[in-house]
């Protein structure tokens, strides 16, 4: 017999629902609520997954393209900017973000074999400072000395305070300057 105190009326519709059906249907309702937040959440884990794999493939195009700007001299791989001048930070990091560091010339044959790549009295950011302590030049690559230098005449300076602590190649011989100036750079790609 159904409870008349229970019983509500739909609208207009005239459909009589009782308590115990309108639980049954809020019981349905919650459940088929639960397993969609389940599938939603299933479904996002699995799009971020996606997500994740394209930007690896992305980053493994972007590094391969920018690999091939690097091309052989002698026994190791170099790229020259000729056409973008930025500090010596900025180029560092221009190289890292190909994939290499900037140069650092190991030898004279090295050295020979890349001025032939660059105008002539124009600068070249490579890996030589001496930002950390007056006087000794060190590799931004290596963080030790280098066993290779070139300088010209009347370099480098040095004097406390000074503010020429990078390096650039500047017709095939080195030269340390303010690192703040605008120069091309060369960057050696990572074995
Ligand atoms: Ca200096």
Known sequence: ???????????????????????????NIETKIAALEKLISKKLAEIISLQ??????????????????????????FYVEKNMLVDWTTAERKCREMGGQLATIENETELIQIKKELKENTSYWIDLNDIQSEGKFISSVTWNPPTYFK?????????????????FLYNGKMQDFDCNYKGNFICQNVN
């Open 1 to 27: 017999m159904m409870d008349k105190q229970a019983v509500l009326e739909a609208g207009q519709t005239g459909i009589k629902i009782t308590q115990s059906d309108s639980r049954k249907i809020i019981e």
């Open 52 to 77: 994740n794999n394209m930007e690896q493939h992305f980053s493994q195009i972007k590094n391969t393209l920018l690999k091939m700007n690097f091309h052989r001299l002698g026994s190791r791989a």
């Open 151 to 167: 300088w010209h005449n009347n370099h480098p300076f040095v004097h406390t305070g000074n503010i020429e602590d990078c390096v």
